[in-house]
């Protein structure tokens, strides 16, 4: 469940995408922004649902998974405060793709979708960033199809948890084998012996779901070329946006 939370605990800058846009195009999208909390494990969408809600995350981290049958999943990108969630609004899609589930609680803008969609169609500097942001989400989420389907797991393993430590700028997180498992698409028991493989070349320190990278030069040694490829395409400067 998330609730709106007072303005001195985030504002909306904290968002890159919000950050970038001039601020007079900034001001005429503050009175539909809310701030708002969320909370760990909470799905802010699921697949196949119409899409009431935009979000612009402040230092929460926001899953991306891909629902095959309504209940395998692999997560095909992530969403921090570089990014939103409900990009794809701005192409005319009303319901959405993904399941969303909040993988770091924190605080987010949110806006309702027929606001943003407003937005969009009279907002020009908005329309670049978002398409820009799309192609980004897209090359992500092809890349990560790829390394789901030709690397090994420790490799993957390692190319996600860098992933995360990227958009979270912090080498301690905490993710439950289960979440990791849901996001790489595999049974648990292939996530502990990955992670103890991981673990035993003293790359990461992984205990009940709380993870600490000790060697991100070792780690990123232990993944395939994937992460690069998918840090590159979510590390853009913001004035790439406009």
């Known amino acids: 469940m998330n609730f709106a939370v007072p303005p ?9 995408l919000l950050a970038a846009l001039p601020p007079q195009d900034l001001a005429q999208l503050l009175p539909s922004l809310d701030l708002v909390k969320v909370e760990v494990g909470e799905v802010l969408c699921e697949a196949g ?13 926001i899953s991306l998974l891909g629902v095959a049958e309504g209940r395998m999943t692999l997560e095909v990108g992530q969403v921090g405060r570089e990014g939103m969630l409900g990009a794809t609004v701005a192409l005319g899609h009303d319901t959405t793709q993904v399941r969303a589930i ?3 609680a924190g605080s987010a803008s949110r806006m309702d979708s027929a606001r ?7 907002n020009p500097a908005l329309q670049r960033v978002l398409y820009r942001y799309t192609d980004q989400l897209l090359a992500q989420a092809i890349q ?20 995360t430590r990227d958009r979270l700028q912090s080498d301690r997180f905490h993710l439950t084998h289960e979440f ?13 012996k990955a992670a103890s493989a991981l673990q035993q070349q003293g ?22 070329a994937c992460y690069e490829i998918v840090k590159e395409a979510g590390a853009l400067p913001v004035h790439s946006f406009m």
């Open 203 to 224: 790359l990461i320190d992984y205990s009940r779901g709380n993870i600490e990278i000790l060697d991100p030069k070792g780690l990123a040694a232990a993944s395939c």
């Open 102 to 104: 909040v993988q770091r």
């Open 180 to 192: 990791l498992a849901h996001a790489l698409g595999v049974r648990r028991v292939g996530v502990t």
């Open 49 to 61: 649902d119409p899409i009431q809600h935009i979000y612009f995350p402040h230092d929460c981290l």
């Open 8 to 16: 001195q605990v985030a504002g909306h800058h904290s968002n890159l």
């Open 116 to 122: 943003f969609r407003e937005e969009v169609a009279r």
């Open 144 to 163: 990560i199809a790829v390394c789901s389907r030709f690397h090994v797991l420790e490799a993957r393993l390692a190319r996600s948890l860098l992933v």
